[in-house]
């Protein structure tokens, strides 16, 4: 009996340790870059100490098989990025690492401030998204550049009036103003607005890396932040290797794209450049919205010694374009009566002397490039100091329609909300230009209507540097400044008299300090004399920022704030003599306070919040000058606008799926608005102070891998944004005299009869963006290297944009209940990309896409009107159905 026991336990210990040599455990993942998001192909997954290990494949992901069950160190390795370990316990049941990020090691000199304003994913406490070069290859086709972002939570991106480049983005329920665009780490803001003209930058598209986007308080460390968030496009940088790209594209009314790529690669006395041009024109979707646009990037980089590298980048999109005047927006009854949504009214023709020639009252030429030198000291190890010097040299206008008052209106013809009638309008619809020859040619005071080109140029020089140390293990300091200096010169040219002999410019009556000069005021004009207007704007910052943060372990803590004084004036050379021709300095000290912490509860869970407060002084024009075109006179109440916000977050990261849930609250305070309305047949202005708005909601967004093969996106986005207080504010006349709220004058500002009016906005909604929003789509491998994509788009919520005197006078006793609610929509787009290998040295890609597959019709962008309804309101219809198609060879 003894010996059977020893037997039996004898197997048995055989069997367990049988059990233990043959057991395996599994670990499995998917490696990208933490910032971009970006798959990280061929990286290398070790155990430390030991020859086991595998690379990513062609999407990111990894299964690795390890014999010796206990805890192990697992090595993560990809060329440019920071190794990473993680230590795991291995047992005999498959383990899902989920997503394992990696940051770059930043030896692209194009990245060294780029750093410093983006977002680390499970480490940066912001609610962030991400859109990568593949998605903007995949699916952007001819759509305008910000809407690659409306399947973000809280985006609301539009054609507006459809011409290429005019599109618009809402992030938040914040218009571009308060939405601080940058690229490559550098604010291309205007500056005396704020605004993007997305037409300066539509070659961005063929050099961006990757998008990020940070909703609400951000991680950028610029002086001066933003309200709704901040959008960072990041362009290529130097490829370390030698290579390059042609495509050609072809799509719907005309559009063709060719565009060419090259790198040198890393030669071996450390040189390395790339650069990239592409043209693309067409028809147009809309009517007489033909095109040309190009685009080119250059970024040469060097080594110098081991502690400094320089890059030197410049880009830039010089285009012309017609457009459908963003004014144009029509009554719902006046399209249904045309049944053409494409329809422009300012498209049209001219049949003078024999010859009949097209003509354009709507039309924008420009070129915008921005040119930056970027400098990394690697100072030791733990200390650095990044810099980056830039200049942007904005050059070219836009068309304006100038007439003597009695044809004020009949420019663009649709002043009423519908096209115009009679004279200025022929028989098919087109804006009729041989009405407009024949009145100037029978006129014996000169043309009545000619054409001025609004001449905008400017000169902003910029620096932001940033010293960056360690203290200790677990702390990082940071410190910096952001200084601007910016020109802007504008005046308006006359480019046709449309037969006319002269023109008398009106404007020039209201010029008091040449009064007796008869010959300036009534000048018979020629082209190429200037009518309106001719001044400069100026803007100066300096700005400080500093940051401490404490990483340790699961947990990543940040302080930070700001300080910066922003200050305007203005040189006027047509209203004013030489000796008043410069403002008094308008200057504004604001400043930031913000703090947040992010903790990773496991490798799959994270939770994250953040609070700020900030002071922002108003912009120049629209918050500091009233009448900024043609005065000096500025806002006596204009102060400083306030934001408090704070956010909370929650993600999830696996192999087969992340997702975020964010909570946030804005409040803003004092903000400056400036508003137009007509009384007794005179334009009146009115700028607005004292404003409170809230904007506040939840956010959801996941990408679910349920198959190897198949990606599901989606997220859904609700707001509640309404405004939260009253406004007040004086009233002003075209010519910048005090008014009362008849519009008649008054002797001084605030005086007995210039009584500061009321507006009221309690509870009234935020107007010009969705404030519900849900995406949902697919992507599908069903061959190899051949993928299939599906995107619906919802826009619901979504209230017209208003002016908050439009409709009721100043004064009035109780607030509207809301502008107008227009029609929820949808729209289903679809895409088909082919990857393959023609040898060796060449691939091939094949894009096509459909937007807007099923040709739905729906109103896109709205105006309230007088009545906050259907009726009242002027719209756009957003584009039917459009297609295009792309080859892309690269070497």
């Not at 013809?413 to 041989?434: L, V």
Request: include cysteine; aromatic fraction near 12%.
């Amino acid at each position: 009996m003894s010996m059977l026991l020893k037997v039996i336990c004898g197997t048995m210990f055989l069997l367990g340790m049988s059990w233990n040599i043959m057991a395996k455990g599994v670990i499995k993942g998917r490696v990208v870059d933490s910032q971009s998001k970006e798959v990280l192909v061929g990286a290398t997954v070790n155990v430390e100490g030991t020859t086991v290990g595998c690379a990513t494949d062609a999407d990111g992901y990894f299964e690795l098989e390890i014999e010796n069950l206990g805890t192990v160190v697992l090595v993560f390795r990809s060329v440019g990025y920071s190794e990473v370990k993680k230590s795991v316990v291995v047992d005999d049941k498959k383990m899902d690492l989920g997503t394992v990020g990696m940051l770059p090691e930043y030896i692209n000199l194009a990245d060294v401030v780029v750093k410093g304003s983006l977002a680390v994913d499970r480490k940066t406490p912001v609610a962030l998204s991400v859109v990568t070069a593949k998605e903007i290859e995949e699916k952007l086709s001819t759509q305008e550049f910000p809407e690659i972002l409306k399947s973000l939570p809280s985006v609301y991106a539009t054609k507006e009036g459809g011409a290429f480049g005019d599109g618009r983005i809402n992030l938040r329920g914040f218009e571009t103003e308060n939405i601080a665009v940058m690229v490559n780490g550098v604010p291309v803001n205007e500056m005396e607005w704020g605004g993007i003209y997305w037409s300066n930058w539509a070659g961005l598209s063929d050099v961006t890396r990757f998008i990020q986007v940070q909703r609400g308080l951000g991680a950028s460390k610029i002086a001066v932040p933003s309200v709704g968030g901040s959008i960072n496009i990041v362009t290529n940088t130097t490829n370390a290797e030698v290579g390059g790209s042609v495509s050609y594209g072809v799509g719907n009314d005309g559009y063709n794209k060719v565009a060419f790529s090259l790198s040198t690669g890393l030669l071996k006395n450390g040189w390395a450049m790339s650069i990239l041009g592409a043209r693309t024109w067409g028809d147009g979707y809309i009517q007489g919205t033909d095109f040309v646009g190009y685009s080119y990037f250059i970024n040469v980089s060097k080594r110098l010694g081991e502690n400094h590298e320089l890059s030197l980048t410049a880009l830039g999109a010089p285009q012309w374009h017609n457009q459908r005047n963003r004014n144009d927006k029509m009554l719902i009854k006046a399209w249904e009566k045309l049944d053409d949504t494409k329809y422009n009214p300012s498209y049209g023709f001219a049949d003078w002397k024999g010859e009949k020639v097209r003509k354009v009252s709507a039309y924008n030429k420009y070129h915008k490039p921005q040119i930056s030198l970027n400098h990394l000291w690697e100072i030791n190890d733990k200390s650095s100091l990044s810099s980056v010097l830039y200049l942007s040299l904005g050059r070219g206008g836009g068309y304006g329609g100038r007439s003597n008052k009695a044809h004020k209106y009949d420019w663009y013809g649709t002043s009423k909300g519908e096209p115009t009638t009679g004279d200025f309008r022929a028989a098919d619809g087109t804006f009729n230009y041989t009405a407009v020859y024949n009145l100037n040619s029978i006129s014996v005071t000169g043309s009545e209507m000619i054409m001025a080109m609004s001449r905008n140029e400017h000169n902003w020089y910029g620096l932001i540097s940033t010293y960056t140390t360690k203290l200790g293990q677990y702390f990082d300091v940071y410190g910096g400044i952001d200084l601007r200096y910016y020109k802007g010169k504008h005046y308006n040219e006359i480019v046709d008299l449309y037969g006319g002999k002269y023109f008398i410019d009106d404007s020039r009556m209201n010029v008091k300090y040449k009064a007796d000069d008869y010959t300036w005021q009534n000048k018979e004009l020629k082209k190429g004399d200037i009518v309106y207007r001719d001044y400069d704007g100026y803007m100066m910052q300096e700005g400080f920022f500093a940051q401490g943060e404490y990483n340790r372990d699961a947990l990543s803590v940040f302080v930070a704030g700001s300080l910066s004084n922003i200050t305007y004036w203005r040189k006027d050379r047509f209203y004013y003599s030489k000796n008043e021709a410069k403002s008094d300095k308008e200057s504004f000290l604001g400043g930031t306070v913000k703090a947040g912490a992010n903790y990773n509860l496991t490798d799959h869970h994270n939770v994250f919040a953040n609070i700020g407060y900030f002071s922002r002084a108003p912009y120049m024009q629209g918050g500091v000058f009233l009448q900024q075109d043609v005065s000096n006179e500025t806002n006596p109440d204009a102060v400083n606008e306030k934001v408090f916000t704070f956010e909370l977050g929650y993600g999830f990261r696996s192999s087969w799926l992340d997702a975020n849930v964010n909570l946030y609250r804005t409040s803003w305070m004092d903000k400056t608005l400036a508003n137009f309305f007509e009384k007794n047949g005179e334009r009146v202005r009115v700028n607005l102070t004292g404003l409170d708005a809230l904007h506040q909601g939840i956010e959801v967004d996941f990408v679910l891998r349920p198959l190897k093969d198949l990606k599901v996106t989606g997220m859904f986005s609700m707001g509640d944004w309404h405004w939260n207080g009253d406004g007040k504010g004086y009233a002003y006349n075209s010519s910048g005299e005090p008014v009362d709220k008849n519009g008649d004058p008054v002797n001084q500002v605030g005086g007995e009869n210039h009584a500061q009016n009321v507006v009221k906005m309690k509870d009234v909604r935020v107007g010009n963006s969705a404030q519900t929003t849900f995406t949902l789509g697919g992507s599908y491998q069903f061959l190899k290297g051949v993928h299939v994509g599906v995107d619906y788009s919802h826009f619901a919520r979504n209230y017209a944009k208003f002016t908050p005197s439009l409709g009721y006078d100043l004064g009035a006793e109780k607030a509207f209940e809301s502008p107008w609610r227009m029609p929820a929509y949808g729209v289903l787009d679809a895409n088909i990309n082919y990857r393959f290998p023609l040898s060796k040295v060449f691939g091939v890609m094949v894009f096509a896409n459909v937007n807007n597959l099923l040709d739905k019709e729906y109103i896109a962008d709205a105006e309230d009107g007088a009545g906050h309804n259907k009726d009242t309101a002027k719209v756009f219809y957003g584009f039917g159905r459009t297609f295009s198609v792309n080859l892309k060879i690269t070497f």
